[in-house]
């Protein structure tokens, strides 16, 4: 999501510098701790210490997304016709389904356990983008981050919608190891992150 802009201007500012990216998992807090990687982005649940340092970059909500001319947007939108319909549900691997509560159960269905319904998720999927492509052929309703959809929405075949629940707001951020605190290289990598997620 952040990656087309901070690169162009990485390519302005340092052509010669390359960057390695990874999927987030377990073990990536210790990366980040050790040096061995330099930042991360994304949402982390940091305990109260003094080992990391990190930046919220923007607070983020959720929509849902479905095939151009899906039923349920000429229904209306309830939770009695949001739950009717098959979802699709984006995995990581190594990490519990739901980041933000730290829980097996994902954020959606999390939510819905609360009111007392529960959804049918007909399918899996580790990336977005399949996801997104997917749903635009079929029946099924994916809840996801706003700015990604607005993304997909100029290439799948979709519809964006509000959610008929409160899902909250999450913050995005970039961690780093408080060690690398006042690293030259570092304080000009976080801002240029900084700066280049200001418009997003």
Known sequence: MILPSVLRELSLK???????C???HPETLDRIKSGELDLG???AHLDETNEFGYQNLFTEDFVSIVRLEHPIIKQGITLESYIAWPHALITVTGLPI????KSSKS???HILEELGVKRRVRLKLPHFLSAALIVGQTDMILTLPRRIALIFANIAKITIFDPPIDLG?????????KHSNHVPFQIWLRNLIRIQTQDI
């Open 169 to 177: 707001k999450y913050n995005y951020m970039q961690i780093w190891s």
């Open 41 to 43: 982005l994304g949402i």
């Open 14 to 20: 340092n052509p010669y510098l390359d960057i390695e």
């Open 107 to 109: 954020h959606v269905d």
């Open 98 to 101: 739901n980041s933000i509560k």
């Open 22 to 24: 990874y999927d987030w």
